[in-house]
C-alpha cells in the first residue's frame, strides 16, 4: 500500500505494542521462561517506531517516543533493579551490581536497535545525546549515583585483604572497576574521582602502619626484601583489576610510605644500614637498595651521601686505620733506620688500588654506574688520596709503587697481564690526586734511572703506561717521558755505528771498552755536568768518541754528565784479582791510588774537583760501607776533612765481582723545588693567556680562571696567584686599573 493509504498508529497504541516487547527483554534478562526474540519480532517492533516517526505532523511522535526510551529504563531500574541491590552488601552487591550493569548494556543494545530511527533522524537534527549514552546515563544518575560509596568501600575492604593474603575473587573487582571506568563514557574522571583517591589514601594508609613496625623489628635488608615484595604484588594488583593509569600512582604511594618516610632511618640502621652492607660486603642487598631508592625522586641522594659519609667513613678509617698502622711502622723504621720502610709504604698503595677495585666493583655492579655515586666514590677518594703518608705526598708513593713494578728485580713478582692490569689501576688511582704535575716529575725521574741503568724489566709495558697516562692526563703529561724512551732506542742504534767506526779507523783506539748513551737534553731530567777531572786513561775515550760524533753531526753539542756513568775496574789484590762495578766518580778516585799510596781528603778533593757533598759521599761508599777498598785513618764511621786514605791490598770477598753501590741522592727536595719553579711558569702563563683573551678582568674572576685552567695537573695555591699576578705586574705584563685596584688590564 502507498504511503498515504497507511494505517495511522497513534502513540497511546504504538506504545502498548512497544511495551510488550520491551517486557519481553526483561523477562529474558531477568531469567524467566521466555522465548528468545525472533526476526519477525524484531522487525515488526523496528517497524512500528519508523512508522511512528514517520507520520505527518502532529502526528509524528518522535520527541514523545525519545522521552518513553528513557523512562522505560527508569521504570525498570526503579522497579527492579535497585530493590535487588539495596538488599545485597559486601560481596554479594558487587556480584549482584555486576549482573545488573551487564544486563543494563544488554538492554541499550537491544532497545537502542527497536528505536534506531530515533538515532539517526530525529536526534541528529536536534543535537540530542544518543540513545545509547541516555540508556547508560539513566544508570548512572539512578543506581551508580545511589552506591558508588558503599561499592568502593566493598573493593577497597577486598583489596587489603588480598594485601593480607587472602584469596579474593579478582575478576570480580575487574568487572566492578570497569563499570567505573565505563559509566565515564570516555572520561576517566568518575573512577579517578570516586574510587582512585579513595584506594591511594587507603594504600598510603595501610603501607604506613606496616612500615611502623618492620622499621622497628626488621634489619635493613629484611625490610627492603618486604618492600620490593610489596611494590611487586602491587605492580601484579594493577595488571589483574585496576587501570592500567593508576600503576604510577599507586607505586608512588607505596614507595613514600615505605621507603621516603623511613628512608634516612633505614640506611642508617646500626648493625645493618648502607654502612655495614657496605662494611660486609653485601652486594644484593646494596643492589638491591639501589634499585628501591633510585625509582624515589631524589631518593638516591641519602643513599649515595651515606655511600660518602657513613660506607666511605668507615671504610676510610678501616683503611686509614689499616694505612696508619702502615705508615706508622714505616715512622718508625724511619726513626730506627733513617730511612723510610719502602716495602711498608708500597703495601699502603697496594690497599688502596684494592679498596678503589671494591668501590669502582659496588658502583657498577650494585649501582648500575650512576653518576651520582662515581661522584660519592671520586669525593671520598679524593679526600684520602690527597693526605700523604710518611713525609711522602701520594704523588711520590704512586709513582714509586710504578717504579717497583716497572724495574728489573723489583718487589712486585706479577704476571705480564697482572703487571698491565695494575698499572691500569694506578692510572685510575692518579686521577684523584690534585697533584698530579709532582707525580710526573717523580716518575720521570725514576723512569730516567730505569732507563739509564738498565734496570727496566720490559719496554712494552713502559710505552704502556704511558698509553694511559697520555688518555688519562693528555699528551702535553707524558711527551717527555716518551721522548725519553725513545732517546733509548736511539743511543743503542748509536752506540752500534759508534762500534762500526771504531772497526773501521785503527787508529782511533779508546783504550778501554766504551758505551755511551746519547741523550736530548730537553727530555730528561737536568743532571750535574763537566764538575769531575777525568783520569788520564777516560780523557782519551772523551776524544775518540767525541772526533767519531762530529762524523754524525756538526751541529750538536756534547755535554757529559759523568755523574750517570758506571765502569769496570780490576782490583789486584794480595788474596786475589777482583772485578769492582763502580760509579765513574768512584773508578776516578781509585784511579789516584795507582800513583800514590797514600792520600789526604783535600789531596783527593783537588784532584777529582767535586764538591764537598760529592767527596763525602764518595769516600764513604768505599771506605765506611760494606765493601773497604780503601783503608781509613783514623778509624771511624764518618768522613771529615782531616782524613787520609791507602789502598786496602789485603782487601777479598767470597765472590770474583762486587758491585759497589754510591748511596743515591734524595732527590725529593730537587724534585719538589723542580715542580714549584714549573708551577710558577704555568701560573703565569694562564694568567697571561686569560688577559690576553678578556682584555681587562677583575681580581676574583682571574684567580677563578687560572683555578680552573690548572687544576687538571695541580691545585695551584691562591696566594702563589695573587704573587704571580704582582710579578706581571712588575714585569709589565699587566696593569692595575688607576681608579679600581681589583681590576687587571692587559698590556700587549
Known sequence: MTMNERKMIDLEQGWEFMQKGITKLKNILEGLPEPQFSSEDYMMLYTTIYNMCTQKPPHDYSQQLYDKYREAFEDYITSMVLPSLREKHDEFMLRELVKRWTNHKVMVRWLSRFFHYLDRYFIA????????????????????????????????????????????????????LDIFVEIGMGQMDYYENDFEDAMLKDTAAYYSRKASNWILEDSCPDYMLKAEECLKREKERVSHYLHSSSEPKLLEKVQNELLSVYGNQ??????????????????????????LFSKIPRGLEPVSSIFKQDSFGSMLQHVTGEGTALVKQAEDAASNKKEPDSVGLQVFVRKVIELHDKYLAYVSDCFQNHTLFHKALKEAFEIFCNKGVSGSSSAELLATFCDNILKKGGSEKLSDEAIEETLEKVVKVLAYISDKDLFAEFYRKKLARRLLFDKSANDDHERSILTKLKQQCGGQFTSKMEGMVTDLTLARENQTSFEEYLGNNANANPGIDLTVTVLTTGFWPSYKSFDLNLPVEMVKCVEVFREFYQT???????????????????????????????????????????????????EIMAQLNLTDDDVVRLLHSLSCAKYKILIKDPNTKTISPTDSFEFNTKFTDKMRRIKIPLPPVDEKKKVIEDVDKDRRYAIDASIVRIMKSRKTLCHQPLVMECVAQLGRMFKPDIKAIKKRIEDLISRDYLERDKDNPNLFRYLA
Open 125 to 176: 537534527r536536534r543535537s540530542l545525546s544518543p540513545l545509547n549514552e541516555v540508556g547508560l546515563t539513566c544508570f548512572r544518575n539512578l543506581v551508580y549515583l545511589e552506591l558508588n560509596g558503599k561499592v568502593r568501600d566493598a573493593v577497597i575492604s577486598l583489596i587489603d585483604q588480598e594485601r593480607e593474603g587472602e584469596q579474593i575473587d579478582r575478576a570480580l573487582l575487574k568487572n566492578i
Open 266 to 291: 633505614l640506611l642508617e640502621k646500626e648493625h645493618s644500614g648502607c654502612h655495614a652492607l657496605l662494611r660486609d660486603d653485601k652486594v644484593n642487598d646494596l643492589s638491591r637498595m639501589f634499585r
Open 552 to 602: 754524525k753531526t756538526k751541529h750538536r753539542k756534547i755535554t757529559w754528565i759523568y755523574s750517570l756513568g758506571t765502569c769496570n775496574l780490576i782490583g789486584k789484590f794480595e788474596p786475589k784479582t777482583m772485578e769492582l762495578i763502580v760509579t765513574t766518580y768512584q773508578a776516578s778516585a781509585l784511579l789516584l791510588f795507582n800513583t800514590a799510596d797514600r792520600l789526604s781528603y783535600s
